[in-house]
Nanobody, 114 residues
């Protein structure tokens, strides 16, 4: 069973940057197409970025051009570089496979505010 732990969130001013990390335990991480999800208060969890096993990426319209997803299969790590952050990016961010079949981690809070 793959376990996921997200980190790297925090409080940042609009226009700032953060880099989120997702550590996955278990040796089969590399078989999954992975994604970063976020959930803002009162809203449903949404997929904002995804990456295939081979490294192909896809982004939601709201983050396209500002966020970059990457992975290191050898280290069982998933990353999300977030630039030009906006207040509407405030949410708890989670990683999971694109089918949401893995157990959810605790998430990491990102707050964008002046």
């Amino acid at each position: 069973q793959v376990q996921l732990v997200e980190s790297g969130g925090g409080l940042v001013q609009p226009g700032g940057s953060l880099r989120l990390s997702c550590a996955a335990s278990g040796s089969i991480f590399w078989v999954y197409d992975m994604g970063w999800y976020r959930q803002a208060p009162g809203k449903q969890r949404e997929l904002v970025a995804r990456i295939t096993v081979g490294g192909a990426t896809n982004y939601g319209d709201s983050v396209k051009g500002r966020f970059t997803i990457s992975r290191d299969n050898a280290k069982n790590m998933l990353y999300l570089q977030m630039n030009s952050l906006k207040p509407e990016d405030t949410a708890v961010y989670y990683c999971n496979d694109v089918g949401m079949r893995l157990k959810w981690g605790p998430g990491t809070q990102v707050t964008v505010s002046s």
